[in-house]
T-cell receptor
Framework: GENVEQHPSTLSVQEGDSAVIKCTYS??????FPWYKQELGKRPQLIID?????GEKKDQRIAVTLNKTAKHFSLHITETQPEDSAVYFC????????????FGAGTRLFVKA | KAGVTQTPRYLIKTRGQQVTLSCSPI?????VSWYQQTPGQGLQFLFE???????NKGNFPGRFSGRQFSNSRSEMNVSTLELGDSALYLC?????????????FGEGSRLTVL
């Protein structure tokens, strides 16, 4: 079945450094790749997404890259701030007559001030 | 516009009981998905409904079921509860017509099975 693997599970960086989270997906029919941020005790919220016809997308300090051939996609956060500390989930969505969004296991990011 | 509303927010059940959770999507959203969230396991896909039809189902046993009503509100039911069913159950609604899009999550229903 569909699977999304996410690495690392935990990431600790110094404020101002960059953070990179990597994901791979198994279903080559996946065509939408969102990233969600979940702060402690809160609901997951979309921070950026990319569709399969685009290789890279940037929004201020965050960017996502997609390599369809390798079935890899990555989240890049530059100039990290303490408020970036949260759990980040990658996901892959496939159209199976409906839309099925499969999530990775999450990366807990700690940004040390 | 009101967000996704889930009820109840917290509940405690004992093994063998059943539970029903409710989700009201954002107005205009006809797609509702359910996820189980446990520490270290991320968000596990349960099912997706659109216009009262289950379009997708995850790898959960038949004890997990759901339905969607004509007003797009959705319920999920877990029968014969087991200790391992303790989790945060998240509902998400989406416009999802023609192309996959953003999932808008509710705050979740936290189920504890004793």
């Amino acid at each position: 079945g569909e699977n999304v693997e996410q690495h690392p599970s935990t990431l600790s960086v110094q404020e101002g450094d960059s953070a990179v989270i990597k994901c791979t997906y198994s279903d080559s029919a996946s065509n939408y790749f969102p990233w969600y941020k979940q702060e402690l005790g809160k609901r997951p919220q979309l921070i950026i997404d990319i569709r399969s016809n685009v290789g890279e997308k940037k929004d201020q300090r965050i960017a996502v890259t997609l390599n369809k051939t390798a079935k890899h996609f990555s989240l890049h956060i530059t100039e990290t701030q303490p408020e970036d500390s949260a759990v980040y989930f990658c996901a892959a969505s496939v159209n199976t007559g409906g839309f099925k969004t499969i999530f990775g296991a999450g990366t807990r990011l700690f940004v040390k001030a | 516009k009101a967000g996704v509303t889930q009820t109840p927010r917290y509940l405690i059940k004992t093994r063998g009981q059943q539970v029903t959770l409710s989700c009201s999507p954002i107005s205009g959203h006809r797609s509702v998905s359910w996820y189980q969230q446990t520490p270290g396991q991320g968000l596990q896909f349960l099912f997706e409904y659109f216009s009262e039809t289950q379009r997708n189902k995850g790898n959960f046993p038949g004890r997990f079921s759901g339905r969607q009503f004509s007003n797009s509100r959705s319920e999920m039911n877990v029968s014969t509860l087991e200790l391992g069913d303790s989790a945060l159950y998240l509902c998400a609604s989406s416009f999802n017509q023609g192309a996959a899009g953003e999932l808008f999550f509710g705050e979740g229903s936290r189920l504890t099975v004793l």
